[in-house]
């Protein structure tokens, strides 16, 4: 079975920064490319970064350009979010998924695997 573990969550004030961290075993998936996806009370879950194994090419949607960053541990079977200025508006539950994909182009967050962790909450205040 899949397993999925995001950690690294927690409350910040705005313009603060946070790590969270996920890591995705129990399957033959290495090369497959990953990708966070928030969710936030009474909206959906939204794919907001993307990450390429074997190009490391990267997305990151509009909301997020330019404040969060995407990085990849494979020794580690690691995936990273590294969040700065952070603002209220991020905060959500965030999870991670392996993306049946080996690169980010198009609708890759249609593609997450059909298995998500508990995610790990980030609570931005004002």
């Known amino acids: 079975d899949v397993q999925v573990v995001e950690s690294g969550g927690g409350s910040v004030q705005a313009g603060g920064s946070l790590r969270i961290s996920c890591t995705v075993s129990?399957?033959?998936?290495?090369?497959?490319?990953r990708g966070w996806f928030r969710q936030s009370p009474g909206k959906e879950r939204e794919g907001i970064s993307c990450?390429?194994?074997?190009?490391?090419?990267?997305y990151y949607h509009e909301s997020v350009k330019g404040r969060f960053t995407i990085s990849r541990d494979d020794a580690k079977n690691t995936l990273y979010l590294e969040m700065n200025n952070l603002k209220p508006e991020d905060t959500a539950m965030y999870y991670c998924?392996?993306?049946?994909?080996?690169?980010?182009?198009?609708?890759?967050?249609?593609?997450?695997?059909?298995?998500w962790g508990p995610g790990t909450p980030v609570n931005v205040s004002s």
């Open positions: 129990g399957g033959t998936f290495s090369d497959l490319a």
């Open positions: 998924s392996a993306i049946r994909r080996l690169d980010c182009s198009g609708s890759w967050w249609e593609h997450h695997l059909n298995a």
């Open positions: 990450i390429a194994f074997h190009s490391g090419n990267t």
